[in-house]
């Protein structure tokens, strides 16, 4: 299995996403791609990291970046999920778990007292020509969204 590592091209990808779409990384060269991924739609520490996406999507869009958040649900599940908080992005839905594991993003995780597997909050930064140059793991949702406005502004 491949894995995405830092400072070379991320391999394209195509994977189903909200709005009836399929996205390809390729369609986005010339543009970051801030690539987040979460572990479940409408939980709370998922909705605000979301809504901290929303709510600093014109800083972004003046960085040349493009934001897409990933999880295991469903592309139906992540349309209600838009919907309802007004994300100005796609959401990807990874159900074979592809992406999570090009990204390397599945762990076990503890959760009420058992052993789960499950998405490990992380972000990566893919550049314009594709080359992946950041990643956060482990994101703390309260700080995450500052400390990826001052990288892309520190690289622009």
């Known amino acids: 299995m491949t894995l ?3 400072g070379s091209a991320v ?9 009836e779409k399929t996205v390809k990384l390729s369609d986005y060269r010339g543009k970051k791609v801030v690539l987040y ?5 409408n939980t709370p520490g998922c909705t605000q990291e979301g809504q901290g996406f929303r709510d600093n999507i014109e800083q972004f869009n003046q960085l040349n970046a493009v934001i897409l958040g990933v999880s295991r ?3 139906k599940m992540h349309e209600g999920f838009k919907c309802k908080q007004e994300f100005p992005f796609d959401l990807l839905s990874d159900q074979d778990e592809s992406l999570c594991n090009l990204f390397d993003v599945i762990k076990m995780k503890n959760m009420y007292g ?7 909050r992380s972000t990566f930064v893919i550049d314009e020509d594709g080359v992946l140059v950041k990643e956060w793991r482990k994101v703390q949702v309260k700080t995450h969204i500052a400390e990826v406005l001052g990288y892309l502004q520190s690289a622009a």
């Open 114 to 120: 058992k052993q789960v597997r499950g998405i490990e």
């Open 73 to 75: 649900d469903s592309v």
């Open 4 to 6: 995405a590592t830092l």
């Open 11 to 19: 391999p394209d990808f195509e994977i189903a996403a909200t709005g």
């Open 37 to 41: 991924f979460y572990p479940k739609d």
